[in-house]
């Protein structure tokens, strides 16, 4: 059968592997395997959130708030923006794809970071935009400039501050000094999935989305549940932008884009901040812990402002052959071959996965 000719090239998005793979293929139990691959909260979800839960599994024959009143209200409290600033998706994922629908199509184009989020891609491919990156893996804002100044057309530009794979961020001064440059028609999408961690790691990197869609009306922010709020299950993402812009990506929104027990958890997840901001510090303290180790053994890493860190290999080291030597060992890490790199990225866990990590993984390095 023939499909539409602009999903022909689109490689599939390569989520990290579930523990129930490992299980199955090498016989390991489930509770000894450790799983860093995905950047969930290894500190898993606030108990308030599982409790209420609990409270609302009789209600799950009815259809959820469409309008998701609650969460709206709780999320323009927290950004003090309005509800009709906000829209919800089912991950802030299906927020990009009503983006690129909304916004681009076979005679425009697309500018993101070379090594960024893989969904833009598959997202603007499938609509047949053109695809422009630039030359630097990590973002440089100055390329971005002399791309969006030397092209027409660039209807999109995607800036995933802090950046998933690689984990670094810019100053909000320089991402407000980018965005006077750019035209009122070209949406600037922030993905501030790691927004947390990176504000609380260096306040200079902190956007604040009420400020920056007030300044700049071409842009929106997008936040997820799915990071440090522990949610990564549920399925919940944000959008915040000036109204019109949101007006029409709710166009897209299919009904009941969330579950009932998403909407509880995320209203639920808001409330308890002092779990976020716990699971952020932790997360700090551990990240030391990646980086004296890294350095320990030689190996180059990029500044990480998220919740993983990506050491980046020699030569003589294979990013997928310590992978998958790892995987046979019950931890699961991503192996960034797929981005055309020779690195690996690992999500942070709790203080004893780590150490677990650390011994398996210098066992296999050293080797390899
Ligand atoms: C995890 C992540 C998202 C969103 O994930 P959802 O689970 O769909 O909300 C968006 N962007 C980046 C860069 C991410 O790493």
């Known amino acids: 059968m023939n499909f539409n000719e602009e999903l022909r090239d689109i490689k599939n998005y390569s989520a990290g592997k579930p523990i129930e793979l490992v299980v199955r293929e090498f016989g390991i139990d489930a509770k000894d395997v450790i799983k860093l691959a995905s950047n969930e909260n290894p500190y898993g979800s606030s108990p308030k959130v599982i409790d209420a839960l609990k409270q609302i599994c009789n209600k799950i024959h009815l259809y959820p708030d469409d309008s998701m009143y609650k969460l709206k209200e709780g999320l323009s409290k927290r950004f003090g923006v309005l509800d009709s ?158 109204n019109d812009i949101i007006s029409t990506l709710m166009k897209l929104r299919p009904p009941f884009n969330i579950t009932t027990l998403s909407l509880e958890a995320a209203v639920e997840a808001l409330k308890d901040g002092a779990f976020v901001q716990n699971s952020i510090k932790n997360n700090f303290l551990q990240m030391k812990r990646y980086e004296k180790f890294a350095s320990d053994l030689n190996i180059n890493f990029i500044p990480s402002y998220t919740n993983f860190i990506t050491f980046l290999l020699k030569n003589d080291k294979n990013s997928t052959c310590i992978a998958d030597s790892l995987l046979k060992k019950g931890i699961i890490i991503r192996d960034l071959k797929t981005y055309g790199l020779n690195a690996v990225r690992i999500t942070v866990g709790t203080k004893e996965e780590n150490s677990k990590f650390f011994s398996i993984f210098s066992i296999i390095y050293n080797a390899g």
């Open 85 to 242: 600033n906000i829209i919800i998706g089912a991950g802030s994922d299906q927020i990009l794809e009503f983006i690129v629908r909304a916004k681009s199509n076979k005679n425009s184009k697309v500018l993101m970071a070379k090594t960024t989020f893989a969904m833009y891609e598959i997202y603007a491919k499938a609509v047949g935009t053109k695809i422009l990156k630039t030359i630097s893996d990590t973002h440089n804002l100055d390329e971005f400039l002399e791309i969006y100044n030397n092209e027409k057309d660039i209807k999109i530009i995607f800036l995933c501050l802090p950046n998933n794979p690689l984990g670094e961020s810019i100053e909000k001064n320089k991402v407000y000094k980018f965005l006077e440059n750019i035209d009122n028609d070209t949406l600037v999408v922030i993905d501030g999935a790691y927004q947390e961690y990176a504000a609380f790691k260096d306040k200079d990197m902190k956007i604040n989305p009420s400020d920056i869609i007030k300044k700049f009306p071409n842009t929106i922010y997008l936040g997820t549940f799915s990071k440090a709020y522990g949610l990564g299950g549920m399925r919940v993402g944000y959008g915040i932008a000036q």
